[in-house]
């Protein structure tokens, strides 16, 4: 609940459908090591800030906050993001 749409990012993995729940995880659950979304969500003090939403984490091309529905960055924790995840911004995907 730290980041805009957090408990409804798409999975990722080729062929695979539902919602990776561990966003800042290398695992679907969560728990284990950090992607790099994690280690930059830990970065920042695990709050949404401005520059960590701007952020690339999984160098695909698309902010992290673009990924999660928020590509103006002014979601704020309790608040409705203005769109919805289309992606994932710790797991690199060519969707």
């Not at 990722?12 to 090591?33: E, F, M, R, T, Y």
């Not at 984490?57 to 993001?81: H, I, M």
Request: charged letters at 15%; hydrophobic letters at 25%.
């Amino acid at each position: 609940m730290l980041i805009p749409n957090g408990d409804a990012v798409p999975n990722p993995c080729a062929g695979q459908s539902g919602i990776w729940g561990g966003v800042g995880h290398n695992v679907a659950a969560g728990g284990g090591l950090n992607n790099q979304f994690g280690l930059d969500f830990n970065s920042s003090g695990k709050v949404w800030t401005p520059e960590f939403c701007q952020k690339d984490s999984d160098q695909d091309g698309k902010s992290n906050g673009f990924e999660l529905g928020d590509a103006d960055c002014k979601w704020t924790p309790g608040g409705t993001p203005e769109g919805i995840a289309t992606g994932h911004p710790g797991q690199y995907s060519s969707r």
